[in-house]
């Protein structure tokens, strides 16, 4: 169901080298004197002869697409090559502002679950939009493909790259003259770090670092929006979380890097004068959502027959989350690309104060993961078969709740969608992309006509 990677033209071809013989001596010759010489002396020159082949071999082997080039081209492992005129003209196209008074923006982790609401949305209003993706395989990539097909099809162009890519980030902006930057690209999930927790710190620190770097760069220096989280509220157990409340007690790595990211903001606005708005999300769902999260793979345990593990907390106590519809976020995150303010440096320079904020971006209703359990057995028309458990120490909260009264005042965010409306949607959508579990509900019953 993916349309095709648009092409990407500006591949290196280069010839092969040519490596000229040269029969100046002949061999009986050399055998002869080193008849003259000690053992050593032909030991050395073997050698000198052995180097010399590896240079040569490393010198004169053509190169690959994944290899440095004289020009600075560059690509990380597994990326696509990029650069061109016709790969130039796609990003322009992209980037192009259709609206009077629009914006351009560059949306990293654009094939992700917000990214590619997001950029759907501003370029339905006519804002110009670049998308820059790494695909990586912390969830099924064809999933995201699919969401890439759905961009290409909405006109925005996903550059295949790395955030830590400094030569890729240097060229889109020389490029094109972005106003704003929606950094969304992140290893995400709290768990995960328990077996990898190297991937959160190259893509959630040196990630913004490289982004940060290339915006404070830029001339004329962008606005930056980017993704933080409820989870650096940690082990705060004052409710609602508010923007003020304490957030040094993180629970996860994950949580961590989210937090050191906040002070990351924190150092480029005041040094270089960056525009920087970090939007703490609380427990987002909806249609083309991330499979590791427990509302979509609740989905399809479920449809599955298989044991779903709902977690409590100390004493009995409820896990409950504020979940937060999709289209709420992105409503939120328009806000704040619109709110953020200018950059005030130059050349890399700081030339006064700029804005350096950071709003909650949640629903205000915490539900009980039970209840969001009961909701989907609705919805799907299959029973789960639960199985409560101690919540394991894994970095999870017991609970998130967002005081959102900063982002309403300052944002005009207003959220308005309630979790059985969302689940709705989310359930109609994954029924339709995974039709093998719409059918499979159907023998036992169930319809998605009725959703």
């Known amino acids: 169901m993916m349309d095709s990677l648009p092409a990407t033209p500006g591949k290196f071809k280069m010839d092969k080298p040519q490596y000229h ?16 010489y000690p053992l050593v002396s032909k ?33 990380l492992r597994n990326a696509a090559p990029w650069g061109g005129p016709a790969w130039e003209k796609c990003v322009r196209s992209s980037a192009r502002v259709r609206r009077s008074g629009g914006i351009s923006v560059l949306v990293t982790g654009a094939a992700g679950f917000v990214g590619t609401h997001v950029s759907t949305a501003l370029k339905r209003r006519g804002d110009g939009v670049l998308g820059l993706d790494n695909f990586n395989d912390y969830y099924d990539p064809s999933l995201k493909r699919a969401r890439q097909a759905l961009l290409d099809r909405a006109g925005v162009f996903v550059v295949e790259g790395d955030v830590n890519d400094g030569p890729l980030l240097h060229k889109l902006f020389d490029v094109v003259p972005f106003t704003h ?15 990898n927790p190297s991937s959160y710190v190259h893509s959630n620190v040196a990630g913004l670092v490289s982004v940060l770097e290339v915006a404070k760069s830029a001339d004329p220096q962008p606005a930056v929006v980017w993704a933080s989280s409820s989870s650096v509220y940690g082990l705060n157990s ?36 960056l525009a920087i708005t970090g939007l703490r999300f609380f427990t987002v769902y909806g249609p083309w959502g991330r499979p590791d999260m ?3 793979f609740f989905t399809r345990d479920i449809l599955r027959s298989k044991p779903i593990s709902i977690f409590e907390g100390p004493g009995h106590a409820t896990v409950a989350r504020d979940f937060t ?23 890399g320079k700081k030339r006064g104060s700029a804005p350096l904020r950071v709003y909650n971006l949640g629903n205000t209703s915490p539900v009980p993961v039970s209840h969001l359990v009961s909701i989907l ?11 409560v458990v101690k919540m394991p120490r894994n970095g999870d909260v017991q609970f998130t709740h967002a005081n959102i009264s900063l982002a309403q005042r300052e944002l005009g965010y207003h959220p308005t969608t309630g979790l059985n409306t969302g689940l709705k949607k989310f359930v109609r959508w ?22």
Not at 185 to 194: E, S
Not at 377 to 387: S, T
């Open 21 to 36: 013989h040269h029969h100046h001596h002949h061999p009986r010759q050399l055998t002869v004197r080193w008849h003259h």
């Open 43 to 75: 030991v050395a020159v073997w050698s000198f002869l052995a180097i010399a082949l590896l240079v040569a071999f490393f010198f004169l082997s053509p190169t690959t697409p994944n290899s440095s080039s004289t020009s600075g081209r560059r690509s």
């Open 181 to 195: 930057v929606m950094h969304l690209a992140a290893q995400a999930g709290v768990r995960y770090a328990m077996t």
């Open 238 to 273: 004052h409710v609602p979380f508010s923007e003020v409340d304490r957030t040094d007690r993180p629970a996860s790595l994950y949580a961590a890097t989210k937090k050191a990211g906040e002070e990351i903001a924190h150092v480029y606005n005041h040094i270089y004068g």
């Open 294 to 296: 427990a509302y979509f």
């Open 325 to 347: 519809y999709i289209d709420d976020i992105v409503s939120g995150c328009l806000a704040a690309l619109d709110n953020a303010g200018k950059s005030t440096g130059s050349g």
């Open 377 to 387: 057995e609705q919805l799907l028309k299959v029973k789960a078969v639960r199985n």
């Open 430 to 451: 994954y029924l339709g992309y995974y039709p093998t579990s719409s059918s499979k509900k159907g023998s036992r019953g169930g319809s998605s006509s009725a959703l």
